[in-house]
């Protein structure tokens, strides 16, 4: 993908104009606007057809605008040092006096905000004086998209622009991490948990259910490709696609791999691409192979396990 300062400066105008502008990030593709703004920030709940309750990651280019929302801690300097700009995500106490929408927390006293990596929307995010509201750009539940095209498909024209940075490299979303209280992962995604623990000198838990806030990542049915899967298959059915990690002998033309090589990373990095090229085939089911439950493998099947609940 060629850089193109006109295309930033392009998205910049629409932000500017309380309008959503689908952006690139390393993780997935976002559904941006300016964080501030009741009227921006309503529209991408319109355009999601998400609920209400479920609040945004707002992104940021750095400290220096997020000091003006959130109350920093120890934990998240020694995170943000370690990982940031990249594929994590804070939750962080709100700061009184912040600017942030309503529309955005939810009327929660907590946020959740993240310093994307991908370069085109670092820049962007520059040149603008707030930060970013930015929920997967995809409708509520289904499949994130990782590309413009992706994108496209779930929007079509509904929105006003697209800001092409080519393929998301990292391929699910970031990993988020409560830091309000004890840390605790609430998402698993594009950082391993262990790397986590091994910063913060902790042991740090996956807490699935969170009693205390509405996380749609956290919902039974999520990521869903809209048709049936079936999980730990060694062998499909009949005309049924195949989604696989380790290189077989046999081979046909329902067999999808997430990797040749039992890549796990690589697999993540594949699967929302995968699930997307599957159900544009027409296939009316998926088997999945078994997938190890370590490290990027622990994020891939907590993601499958909710698409299969469809
Ligand atoms: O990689 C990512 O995080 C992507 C890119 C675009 O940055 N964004 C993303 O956003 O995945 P979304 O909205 O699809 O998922 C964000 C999750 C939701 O499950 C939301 O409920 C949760 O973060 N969340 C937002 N604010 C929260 C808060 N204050 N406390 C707990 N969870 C929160
Ligand atoms: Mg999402």
Do not use: W
Request: aromatic content about 8%.
């Amino acid at each position: 993908m060629k850089y193109s300062l006109a295309n930033i400066k392009k998205s910049r105008f629409y932000l500017n104009k309380n309008e959503c502008v689908a952006i690139p990030t390393e993780t997935v593709y976002g559904l941006a606007a300016n964080a501030y703004s009741e009227k921006a920030t309503i529209k991408i709940y319109r355009l999601k057809k998400r609920s209400k309750k479920n609040p945004l990651i707002v992104h940021y280019y750095d400290l220096n605008m997020l000091k003006n929302d959130c109350e920093i801690n120890n934990n998240f300097i020694k995170l943000y040092k370690n990982f940031c700009p990249g594929p994590i995500t804070f939750v962080l106490k709100l700061k009184k006096g912040s600017k942030i929408s309503k529309n955005v927390t939810n009327n929660k006293r907590t946020l959740a905000v993240r310093f994307p990596k991908h370069p085109y929307t670092r820049k962007l995010l520059k040149i603008i004086n707030y930060p970013l509201a930015a929920p997967s750009a995809n409708i509520s539940k289904g499949l994130s998209p990782i590309s413009k095209e992706d994108v496209k498909d779930e929007f079509n024209k509904k929105i006003k622009f697209i800001l092409d940075g080519g393929r998301s490299k990292v391929g699910i979303e970031s990993t988020i991490v409560n830091l309000t209280n004890k840390p605790e992962i609430l998402r698993l995604g594009g950082i391993e948990i262990k790397k986590i623990k091994k910063v913060l000198k902790k042991n740090i838990k996956f807490k699935r259910i969170n009693k205390n806030v509405v996380v749609p990542g956290q919902l039974k049915i999520h990521y869903s490709p809209g048709i049936p899967i079936r999980l730990n298959v060694n062998k499909p059915k009949l005309n049924e696609a195949f989604m696989l990690i380790n290189k077989r002998k046999k081979s046909g033309k329902n067999y999808y791999y997430l990797s040749k090589r039992s890549n796990l990373k690589e697999a993540a990095k594949n699967l929302y691409k995968t699930l997307r090229m599957i159900k544009k085939k027409n296939f009316k089911t998926i088997a999945v192979e078994k997938i190890p439950n370590k490290g990027f493998g622990q994020a891939i099947n907590d993601r499958l396990m909710r698409a299969s609940k469809y």
